[in-house]
């Protein structure tokens, strides 16, 4: 500790270098940095995201786009536009990056540092269920026996704090940590679906976890889906954060 928690950066390379260059700024070292999958999908910068996250983070697990994208997932429940993005992704990424991704474990366990990553949910994590509610996080919790759990898939920001009571407090923000158990959500680099449209990500210290949302360059992102082809509902919802 600190680390930076990274997911969802869905070849969105403005994004990316965004938080990077945050996390550079506060000290945290290069191998201080945790990605929790779904480096590619709906954006236009696979290989270089790609890249860069096995340059900058010293533990990675897989995402559903990254399997669907390897070909590990069917898309066949993806909705059209990112089931198009998936196919685009397919084509142009190169085989440097597929052996990259490839290596993705679907979930880690850091013993030292008592934190379960995994992109979905703990319960099933290849069929990449969300968890969205209170229920969802407290049949969880009983999928692993780590004080923290990391996750990311939603796009959603949180910090869940269970009570040894079993009662439960999210915060969106900030939280103290103390000695109860932990589900957090570092929200999505690339592409944020909490009406906030600026890049999601989190940093965890011994007492404290925080979301930090960062302003990027959205235009330049979107002028390269464009320009790719890509659907444009996806340009367009990045400007909404939705
Ligand atoms: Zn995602």
Redesign the pocket.
């Known amino acids: 500790m600190p680390f930076a928690v990274i997911s969802?950066v869905?070849s969105n390379l403005e994004a990316l270098e965004t938080v990077l260059e945050d996390i550079g700024k506060r000290g945290i070292k290069k191998n201080g940095t945790i990605f929790l999958g779904?480096a590619v999908?709906y954006g236009p910068n696979p290989n270089e995201c790609v890249l860069l996250i096995k340059s900058h983070a010293r533990w990675t697990i897989a995402?559903n786009?990254d399997w669907a994208a390897l070909g590990l997932t069917d898309i066949a429940y993806f909705n059209a536009s990112a089931a198009a993005a998936i196919r685009w992704t397919d084509d142009v990424l190169t085989p440097e990056c597929r052996l990259i991704m490839e290596e993705y474990p679907l979930v880690k366990r850091l013993k030292k540092e008592n934190i379960f990553l995994v992109h979905g949910s703990p319960k099933e994590p290849e069929e990449w269920h969300y968890v969205l509610s209170l229920w969802d996080a407290e049949v969880n919790f009983e999928y692993f026996t780590e004080r923290i759990c990391l996750l990311?898939?939603s796009?959603l920001p949180f910090i869940l704090d269970r009570l040894p009571s079993g009662d439960m407090v999210v915060f969106k923000e900030e939280a103290e940590l103390g000695p109860n158990r932990y589900i957090i959500n570092p929200g999505?680099v690339g592409?944020p679906r909490d009406s906030d449209p600026r890049a999601s990500y989190a940093v965890l210290t011994e007492q404290k976890a925080e979301i930090i949302r960062l302003p990027y360059d959205i235009e330049k992102t979107q002028r390269k889906m464009r320009d790719a082809g890509l659907p444009a509902p996806l340009v367009e919802r990045l400007s909404r954060g939705v």
């Open positions: 969802d869905h779904d999908g995402g786009h990311g898939h796009h999505s592409q």
